[in-house]
């Protein structure tokens, strides 16, 4: 169960970047490199959470 948490406290994490990186979009000042670092972010989340979700499908 605890692999189970871990990725649900990820995908929380991964959809709450999701949501600030559309509202950095549409801020008129925005800035282009903290928007680049919120999706690089993003990415690394999300592959954490497929390779953690590989492991739960092969046990």
Known sequence: M???SHIAELSSRHKA???QI???L???A???LHIAELKKLKLRLKEEI???S???SAA
């Open 2 to 4: 605890a692999l189970e």
């Open 17 to 19: 970047l999701e949501s």
């Open 22 to 24: 559309e509202s950095e």
């Open 26 to 28: 549409h801020h008129p």
């Open 30 to 32: 925005s800035d282009d």
């Open 50 to 52: 497929e390779k953690l």
């Open 54 to 56: 590989g492991h739960r």
